[in-house]
């Protein structure tokens, strides 16, 4: 069992940026891949970055793209998703993911666990 919790969500304006932190409880974080979603309201959960269990390779939304980094510190079992560059569309809860067989794919149903979200609110 693998127990999330993200933090560093907030209210930005457009343009600013902000660093997301998951937590991870749990000895087996560092054989997870991890990754990122997130909800607008109305709208379905949506992939935005996954990486793989090594830190080796990654995967972004095109949306994101460029703008924004995930990363990882499995001595601190922590993902982190770096943010810059925000816009209005950006708004939504994010949620970290684990997938225990170390993919990092794009799908939401590749996870088996899941945080419990982070607002963030990007202003025009």
């Known amino acids: 069992q693998v127990q999330l919790v993200e933090s560093g969500g907030g209210l930005v304006q457009a343009g600013g940026s902000l660093r997301l932190s998951c937590a991870a409880s749990g000895r087996t974080f560092s054989s997870y891949g991890m990754g990122w979603f997130r909800q607008a309201p109305g709208k379905e959960r949506e992939f935005v970055a996954a990486?793989?269990?090594?830190?080796?390779?990654?995967n972004y939304a095109d949306s994101v793209k460029g703008r924004f980094t995930i990363s990882r510190d499995n001595a601190k079992n922590t993902v982190y998703l770096q943010m810059n560059s925000l816009k209005p569309d950006d708004t939504a809860v994010y949620y970290c993911a684990a997938a225990r067989f170390g993919t990092f794919g794009a799908l939401p149903t590749e996870y088996d666990y899941w945080g419990q979200g982070t607002q963030v609110t990007v202003s025009s």
């Open positions: 990486i793989i269990w090594s830190g080796s390779t990654t």
